[in-house]
């Protein structure tokens, strides 16, 4: 579930409408949700929502559905029907009244450049790294949309099943 301006994204709407500014109360959701779910324009969704405010707490939500959008990013790879039915979007006004955050909070801020070039890309992660640092906000991770459609490998886990595989050789 992602809070998004509405006047400044909008993706590729296949039913209904797009969200409007600081509406509360509605979503958008994917067309492989809504299939799955068996969900259209209008209909109310209700979900379970967790939230970490002094302690974790659960909390029941319920939704009017504007829209279906087409939007293939975080679906399941595989055939799972538990796995993750893709991304869903409210405005921030929403999201953070139930997360009980302030008005303006983000965990993700996404900047659209004109330059895709890797020098260009590689001189704005760095400025905003620096911007991050002199904000007190280090570990922040700033990515690249190459980074994360390629996905950034950890290497440790390649590592470990490296000295795995040499203790069950051992072992052997």
């Known amino acids: 579930l992602t809070g998004v301006p509405a006047d400044r994204y909008q993706p590729l709407l296949v039913a209904g409408r797009w969200l409007r500014p600081h509406e509360q109360g509605t979503i958008v959701i994917n067309d492989t ?54 991304e869903a979007f409210t405005t921030p006004e929403t999201l953070n009244g139930v997360l009980h955050k302030p008005a303006d909070y983000a965990d993700r801020v996404l900047v659209h450049t004109y330059d895709h070039s890797a020098q260009a890309l590689q001189q704005l992660q760095a400025q905003i790294r620096a911007i991050l640092v002199r904000d007190g906000l280090g570990n922040a991770g700033v990515r690249t949309y190459q980074e994360l459609f390629q996905g950034v490998v950890d290497p440790l886990p390649t590592i470990y099943s490296l000295f795995y595989v040499v203790a069950i050789l051992l072992a052997l």
């Open 33 to 86: 949700a809504a299939q799955q779910l068996g969900l259209q324009v209008g209909e109310h969704l209700s979900m379970q929502v967790d939230i970490q405010i002094p302690q974790a707490e659960t909390r029941q939500v319920s939704w009017t559905i504007v829209g279906v959008v087409h939007d293939v990013d975080y679906l399941s790879g595989s055939t799972d029907p538990t796995g993750p039915l893709g």
